[in-house]
């Protein structure tokens, strides 16, 4: 990976479609983009539907920036995200893009080309 390229982590579908809401997926899909094309895919059942209400909002959270963190995201791309979570990812300096759907993989080169 080089300092170019993108590390798009984006809620994901059994058939590779959009997931519906970001803060409640079940699962996402962590990629690389090297040059405008693909060239790493990942999809971890994070299992955010299930512990969203779990908790504090602030532990929930915290569970969503670790993995962020620890993927070395660099840009989100969602349906839907809440006004709390997209400030959190603002801070965090993470480029971030809401009202996409369809096919996940156009959606990450559509971002990636922009």
């Known amino acids: 990976m080089t300092a170019k ?3 798009v982590c984006i809620p994901v579908s059994t058939d590779r479609q959009m997931g519906h ?3 409640k997926a079940a699962r996402v899909a962590v990629v690389t ?5 693909i060239t790493d895919w990942a ?14 909002g602030g532990s929930h ?6 993995f962020l963190l620890d993927q070395r995201v660099t840009t989100v791309i969602a349906q839907h995200m809440g006004p ?12 971030t893009h809401v ?9 990450v080169l559509a971002v990636a080309s922009a």
């Open 5 to 7: 390229d993108l590390v």
């Open 33 to 37: 983009v090297s040059k405008g094309a």
């Open 21 to 23: 809401s970001w803060g």
């Open 99 to 107: 009202g996409v759907s369809g096919d996940v993989e156009a959606a």
């Open 43 to 56: 999809e971890h059942a994070v299992g955010w539907d299930e512990s969203h209400d779990l908790g504090t």
């Open 84 to 95: 709390p979570m997209a400030n959190t990812l603002g801070k965090m300096g993470i480029d």
């Open 61 to 66: 959270h915290a569970r969503v920036v670790r």
